[in-house]
């Protein structure tokens, strides 16, 4: 079975505070990421990587950063963090595409992180 | 743009009743890939099903089945005789390529005993 597991479920962190939310993956995959979930608007792609110490910014990745040194670790950071940044943060991992199109992503359980 | 639309927000239904979840996709390539997932209350979401553009066939796994229409960019998802456990919220992704999905907003599904 993919395991993909979080370092929080919950978290409450102050305005200005630096937040670094952590991703493991046992299975071996290439690619990692991480999507914010917000209600009435799905899942949001934040970044994304393919490779150990490489990074693609997805579709809202202002305010955020992401570090890859590890090939199954990927951590989200938030370098400044404002009350709107308050959500439900899911990593996902997967194997590298075969050319034959997306490989599934598999996620982990979820952080709830409170901005206060 | 959204990419995927989920025009249900929220179904309520008795048990054993079945339910219809509809989505609807939109995309200008040839090649792509349509996946649902369920999200549980305890968050994690859970892949269901994977399907590529050139697959048609509606596909049945026990008590769910999924109709993919091309022709109506639609990609429904059926629980029969629904339970309680089924209670979860739903989402409908497209990809495009390599790496991004894009999600539908989600369908709340209610079972009632």
Wanted: charged share 25%.
């Amino acid at each position: 079975d993919v395991k993909v597991t979080q370092s929080s479920r919950y978290l409450v962190k102050r305005t200005g505070e630096k937040v670094f939310l952590e991703c493991v993956q046992d299975m071996d995959h290439e690619n990692m990421f991480w999507y914010r979930q917000d209600p009435g608007l799905g899942l949001r792609l934040i970044y994304f990587s393919y490779d150990v110490k490489m990074k693609e910014k997805g579709d809202i990745p202002e305010g955020y950063s992401v570090s890859r040194e590890k090939k199954e670790r990927f951590s989200l950071i938030l370098e400044s963090a404002s009350t709107n940044q308050t959500s439900m943060y899911l990593c996902a991992s997967s194997r590298r595409t075969a050319g034959l199109g997306q490989e599934t992503q598999y996620f982990g359980p979820g952080t709830r992180l409170l901005v206060l | 743009a959204q990419k995927v639309t989920q025009a249900q927000t929220e179904i309520s239904v008795v048990e054993k009743e079945d339910v219809t979840l509809d989505c609807v996709y939109e995309t200008r390539d040839t090649t792509y890939y349509l996946f649902w997932y369920k999200q549980p209350p305890s968050g994690e979401l859970v892949f269901l099903i994977r399907r590529n553009s050139f697959d048609e066939q509606n596909e049945i796994s026990g008590r769910y089945s999924w109709n993919f229409q091309k022709s109506t960019s639609s990609f429904n998802f059926t629980i029969t005789a629904s339970q309680v456990v089924d209670s979860a919220v739903y989402f409908c992704a497209l990809s495009e390529d390599d790496y991004k999905l894009s999600f539908g907003a989600g369908t709340t599904v209610t079972v009632r005993a």
